[in-house]
């Protein structure tokens, strides 16, 4: 982490620091020296298993951001120096099923939070956490897919993320708040909720292996991902954070894309398992991005960020963590 230097005192906010991403952003902080004063929010409904390993070293508030006097009163209490908004309905799939959902929680929170830095707080620095999906359909003849990429996004989830970059482009513009515009590309690691696409490759390989099933069953196997660890992902908003441009967005990716197919072949090496792969069209989407494979080299430029993992550092901690549940 000898990339990763904070000031001492420095006070950090993190929205859904519960979650997958949050958990261990979290623990990027908690490892730094000096450690920093960290204060999070949490639903009442929130899962607190992700963290229980750290839960008291956070100072948590009750917040449900979709409610602005609660967003207010958090930005008020914590006066944070750094917010990295996490806080979102991130499933793709699930945005098909609920778009109104995902659009009114994930735009919604956004405007509420940077309502209440403008008003609040103005020198704080705001991380957003946008998403790769904010540029959807792309031709092959746009990869890799640079910042200046056009955006189509094909999910409501999409459009509700490139919403949130808009609002935070104008915040950093027109308000002059320090905002900071993420697109992170596909990312995993162990605490991944089993509904994403790694940790169910490898859940059903263990399976086979046990003797549970006798092949894969997964969708579109043509797609073509880039995928990051999460630990890189972390140290790569705090370094943003850090030393990121107000209103400029920085893709985080590997650079380096893999299909479904590819995927699986490294499961069934790593697992030792021989067996083939039936396709369930129940686990298509109704709209699927073909290839996302994107270009990070912004990021490197101007941060000095780079990832230090691999898709197969990805696979056997994500195997590590499911065999020790």
């Known amino acids: 982490m000898n990339d990763l230097k904070i000031e001492r005192d420095i006070r950090i906010l993190i929205t859904g620091a519960t979650g997958f991403v949050g958990s261990h952003l979290l623990e990027t902080y908690l490892s730094l020296t000096p450690k920093p004063h960290i204060f999070a929010t949490k639903r009442w409904r929130s899962d607190m298993s992700n963290v229980a390993h750290i839960e008291k070293e956070i100072t948590w508030l009750p917040c449900d951001l979709t409610d602005p006097s609660c967003t207010n009163f958090v930005i008020q209490e914590t006066q944070p120096d750094i ?172 650079g380096t894309a893999y299909s479904i197919k590819e995927i699986i072949d490294k499961v069934k090496k790593l697992l030792d398992i021989d067996v083939g792969i039936k396709t369930m069209k129940s686990n298509f989407r109704p709209l699927d991005v073909p290839f996302l494979l994107g270009d990070n080299t912004k990021i490197k430029k101007e941060i000095g960020w780079k990832p230090k993992f691999t898709l197969d550092d990805i696979l056997r901690d994500i195997y590590n963590w499911l065999r020790g549940m």
């Not at 509904?195 to 059903?204: D, M, N, T």
């Open 83 to 254: 917010i990295h908004h996490l806080a979102a309905m991130s499933y793709v799939k699930y945005s098909f099923d609920m778009p109104a959902d995902a659009i009114f929680n994930n735009l919604i929170s956004s405007v509420n939070l940077l309502e209440a830095v403008r008003s609040i707080s103005p020198s704080s620095t705001v991380l957003l956490t946008g998403s790769s999906e904010e540029y959807g359909v792309v031709a092959e003849n746009e990869l890799p897919i640079s910042e200046t990429n056009p955006t189509r996004p094909a999910s409501p989830y999409g459009i509700s993320k490139l919403a949130q970059t808009q609002l935070g482009w104008i915040y950093a513009k027109g308000y002059g708040l320090d905002v900071i515009l993420t697109r992170a590309f596909n990312h995993s690691g162990p605490r991944r909720s089993l509904s994403f696409i790694l940790p169910k490759i490898i859940l059903q390989g263990i399976e086979i292996q046990q003797g549970k099933r006798n092949s894969f069953e997964l969708g579109n196997l043509d797609a073509y991902r880039d995928f990051t660890h999460v630990k890189d992902i972390c140290r790569a908003y705090i370094m943003l954070a850090l030393k990121g441009n107000s209103g400029e967005v920085y893709n985080i990716c590997s």
